[in-house]
């Protein structure tokens, strides 16, 4: 059964600080892998996919990370917002169009 | 092309009444997901449907919980004699038809459920 931790579940930082988010999985076999952010009492924003076949995704100031053979990526924030505030979600597709979640890291960024 | 709709986005209902939460997949997806939210926790899979037929409710409870995708219309997650601990969020997901598994999947805005 696959299981997806992030680290940490959460980080309260001051603005302009460049932050980086875990996620590890147990099952090394994924087909891709996709981070989410989560606005208070919103729905699911898709941020960044990665295919099993790539190292690394960038859009703006994110940058994520994938390393399938050790079962980890990582989401990198450049020079951090106020605006970034959310939670982040991290999930893994095996292939079965059945995405598993961690349970999110909590991010605030303050002025 | 609109996203993932759902419906209604809140629902409050009293203990015993039965739950009917609304999903339209993007234009062209003909694969849901269902995933219930509690608080403080993350998201779970409940159900995997394509039109008229149920993939996998592995995630799904045994009792009072249904969903249907049929071949017109919205998929449904139905929740019969609701209790307080099914107050919950609940989302669905959509992707396309299933010749390519490297495609991402798109939420909707969820339906928040408060059962009192």
């Known amino acids: 059964k696959q299981e997806v931790t992030q680290i940490p579940a959460a980080l309260s930082v001051p603005e302009g600080e460049n932050l980086v988010l875990n996620c590890s999985f147990t099952?090394?076999?994924?087909?891709?892998l996709q981070w989410f952010r989560q606005d208070p009492g919103k729905g699911l924003t898709s941020l960044l996919l990665i295919q099993s076949s790539q190292r690394e995704q960038t859009s703006g100031r994110l940058n994520a990370s994938l390393d399938k053979s050790s079962g980890r990526s990582t989401l990198y924030i450049a020079a951090s917002q106020p605006g970034d505030s959310a939670t982040y979600l991290c999930?893994?597709?095996?292939?079965?169009?059945?995405?598993?979640f961690g349970r999110g890291t909590s991010l605030i960024v303050h002025p | 092309n609109a996203g993932v709709m759902q419906n209604p986005r809140h629902l409050v209902r009293r203990r015993g009444q039965e739950a009917r939460l609304r999903c339209s997949p993007m234009?062209?997806?003909?694969?849901v997901y269902w995933y219930r939210q509690l608080p403080e926790e993350g998201l779970k899979f409940m159900v995997y449907?394509?039109?008229?037929?149920?993939?996998?409710e592995s995630g799904m409870p045994k009792e009072r919980f249904s969903a249907e995708f049929p071949k017109e219309g919205p998929s449904i997650l139905r929740i019969q004699q609701v209790v307080r601990g099914d107050s919950a969020a609940y989302f669905c997901?959509?992707?396309?038809?299933?010749?390519?598994?490297?495609?991402?999947?798109?939420f909707g805005q969820g339906t928040r459920l408060t059962v009192v």
């Open positions: 234009k062209g997806h003909s694969h």
């Open positions: 999930a893994v597709n095996k292939g079965s169009y059945i995405p598993t």
């Open positions: 099952d090394s076999a994924i087909y891709n």
């Open positions: 997901a959509s992707s396309p038809e299933a010749r390519e598994v490297r495609t991402e999947a798109f």
């Open positions: 449907l394509q039109k008229e037929n149920i993939i996998d």
